[in-house]
């Protein structure tokens, strides 16, 4: 985020983003980082959320198995040509 001429914050143009970065590689990379979180997020909150529905308790390891093991069972997407 940066300041705007109207002295409130806002996002960043795309071309601002690479500048910043120095490297359009980075945007992409951290691009997909966030959207690896988020979705590891969302399983992880299902993942609890059934186990508290069904009264078990599971420890942060056997969380972290059962959303290892959901995550593996999303196909990749396919390869985009260079």
């Known amino acids: 985020m940066m300041i705007g001429e109207d002295m409130q914050l806002r996002d960043l143009t795309d071309e601002e983003m690479i500048a910043v970065a120095g490297d359009r590689r980075l945007i992409v990379a951290q691009r997909a980082l966030y959207s690896l979180q988020r979705d590891r997020a969302y399983v992880e909150d299902f993942v609890r959320a059934s186990a508290k529905r069904h009264d078990q308790w599971l420890s ?23």
């Open 60 to 82: 942060h390891e056997k969380i972290n198995e059962l959303v290892n093991a959901a995550l593996a069972m999303i196909p990749p997407p396919p390869r985009k040509a260079r």
